[in-house]
């Protein structure tokens, strides 16, 4: 079945760590690719999103992400976090093929130590 | 401030009880979202709103209604709660389907009891 797999579901590191978190999925043709976070107690906010053009985005509190076609792979990456980094994050992708609904992964629970 | 407000935040209801959970939206988008989401799992489309058109999710089940009487009110109606239907129900909205970024109410934990 066309699916999204967030590959770590709990991460914990330490404050000035960098973050690299895995995101695949199964659909072909043209995706919309998208991360979400949730902060404790708070509301899904997106991140950041891919739709067309460099690869490479940039979001928002010093996050990226990398699309890599090739690998069907939107890995998220800060290079190093804060403690205020501690969230849920949800990779999510749109696709053509799956009805242009939105799918989201399992989500990875992201705790950094102070 | 435009947002998605979802009301209440909390719910509890009685097992086979109907319960309504509303979401109300200022940012005049066409398109409303229902997601289920379980604990320590992915938010799972219910179905969604295309101005009035109603767009239901295959696997969705018939206990869940919804209704939108206007453009910045969405209902979702569950006939007869039960156990497994305890999740976290959130209400997003959009421009347009696709392409476009969803915006996501705070969500409404419901507790069937």
């Known amino acids: 079945a066309q699916s999204v797999s967030q590959h770590n579901h709990h991460v914990i590191l330490s404050e000035a760590a960098s973050l690299e978190l895995g995101c695949n999925y199964s659909y072909g043709g043209t995706v919309n690719l998208f991360w979400y976070v949730q902060y404790p107690g708070q509301h899904l906010q997106l991140l950041l999103k891919?739709?067309?053009?460099?690869?490479l985005v940039k979001g928002i509190k010093g996050f990226e992400a990398e699309f890599i076609k090739s690998k069907f792979s939107f890995n998220l990456r800060k290079p190093s976090v804060q403690w205020s980094d501690t969230a849920e994050y949800f990779c999510a992708v749109n696709a053509v093929s799956a009805g242009n609904k939105l799918t989201f992964g399992g989500g990875t629970r992201v705790l950094v130590k102070p | 401030d435009a947002m998605v407000i979802q009301n209440p935040r909390y719910q509890v209801t009685q097992f086979g009880k109907p319960v309504t959970l509303s979401c109300s939206q200022t940012?005049?988008?066409?398109?409303m979202y229902w997601y289920q989401q379980k604990s320590s799992q992915a938010p799972k489309l219910l179905f969604h709103y295309y101005d009035k058109d109603f767009n239901n999710e295959a696997d969705t089940p018939d206990n869940f209604q919804s209704r939108r009487p206007n453009t910045s009110f969405c209902f979702l109606d569950i006939r007869s709660p039960g156990l497994g239907d305890a999740a976290m129900y959130l209400c997003a909205t959009s421009t347009r389907t696709g392409v476009e970024t969803q915006y996501f109410g705070p969500g409404t934990r419901l507790l069937v009891l």
């Open positions: 891919y739709f067309s053009g460099d690869p």
């Open positions: 940012l005049n988008h066409n398109v």
